[in-house]
C-alpha cells in the first residue's frame, strides 16, 4: 500500500522573506561588487574619454552600499528569528548539529547517490547542512563588518562617519590594515558563489531523492512528507 503525502508547513513567512531577501542582495552585491573592484562597462560616456561625463560608478556605488544595508538588515533579523522565535529558532542545529559525526557517513553518501536516508534525521538540518549555513553566518558577520568598514573609509565629511570609523579600527587592526581587509572582502565574495553553487545542488538533491518539493518549499512553505 502506497503511503499518503501529507503537505507540512516548514518555512514561515518570516524567513522565506528574509531567504529571499538575501538572496537577491546577494547577488546584486555580487555584481556590483564586481564592477567596483573592475569596471567592465560604461567606464566613458559615448563621444568622450572624460569621466566626469559619466556617473557610473557613483551609481553603482549607491546601488551596492543600498542593497549592503539591506543585507546587514535581512542577517539581523535571520540571527533574531534563529535565538527568539518561537517557530524558527535554529540555533542549536546550527551550532552543534554538524559534529554529529555518525551521520556524516549517510548524509554524504546521500547527496552522492541521492538516496533516501534509512532513518531519518530528526534535526532540522542535517550535519552539512548544518555546517554549510553556520558557514554562511559566519561569513555573513565579516561581509557586512568588512563592508562598513570599506563604506566609511574617505567619508569624514559626512557627520557620524568619524565615529563609525573608530568603532570598527579594532576590525583593522585584527585585520592588519585596510588592504587586508578589502582583501577578505573580496574572498568571502567568492564563498558566497560557492556557496550558492553548494545550495544549490544540495536542495535539487533533496527534491530528487525525497521527492519533498524542497525548491517550492521556500516559496509556499509548504513540505511534503510520506506518512
Not at 556590483?32 to 556617473?55: K, L, M, Q, V
Not at 568603532?167 to 585584527?174: C, D, I, N, P, T
Not at 585596510?178 to 533533496?206: E, P, Q, S
Amino acid at each position: 500500500m502506497d503511503s499518503q503525502v501529507k503537505m507540512h508547513y516548514r518555512w514561515t513567512v518570516a524567513r522565506r522573506l528574509i531567504h529571499w531577501t538575501t538572496f537577491i542582495c546577494i547577488a546584486v552585491l555580487t555584481f556590483t561588487g564586481f564592477y567596483i573592484a573592475d569596471p567592465f562597462w560604461f567606464i566613458y560616456s559615448p563621444g568622450t574619454r572624460e569621466a566626469y561625463n559619466t556617473f557610473a560608478m557613483a551609481d553603482v556605488r549607491f546601488i551596492h552600499f543600498t542593497f549592503g544595508f539591506i543585507f546587514m538588515f535581512a542577517i539581523i533579523m535571520r540571527l533574531y528569528y534563529a535565538f527568539f522565535s518561537r517557530y524558527d529558532a535554529d540555533w542549536k542545529s546550527l551550532l552543534f548539529e554538524w559534529f554529529n559525526i555518525k551521520e556524516w557517513k549517510t548524509v554524504l553518501s546521500y547527496y552522492i547517490t541521492f538516496k533516501p536516508y534509512g532513518v531519518p534525521i530528526k534535526s532540522k538540518y542535517n550535519p552539512l547542512q548544518s555546517l554549510f549555513y553556520f558557514l554562511f553566518i559566519i561569513a555573513c558577520i565579516f561581509q557586512v563588518i568588512s563592508g562598513l568598514v570599506m563604506f566609511t573609509m574617505g567619508q569624514n565629511s559626512i557627520r557620524g562617519m568619524s565615529f563609525m570609523q573608530t568603532v570598527l579600527y579594532w576590525f583593522v587592526s585584527l585585520m592588519g590594515g585596510y588592504a587586508h581587509v578589502y582583501d577578505l572582502h573580496r574572498l568571502l565574495t567568492w564563498f558566497f558563489i560557492v556557496f550558492f553553487i553548494g545550495h544549490v545542488y544540495m536542495i535539487l538533491a533533496h527534491d530528487v531523492g525525497d521527492k519533498k518539493g524542497t525548491v517550492s518549499s521556500m516559496i509556499s512553505g509548504y513540505e511534503a512528507e510520506k506518512e
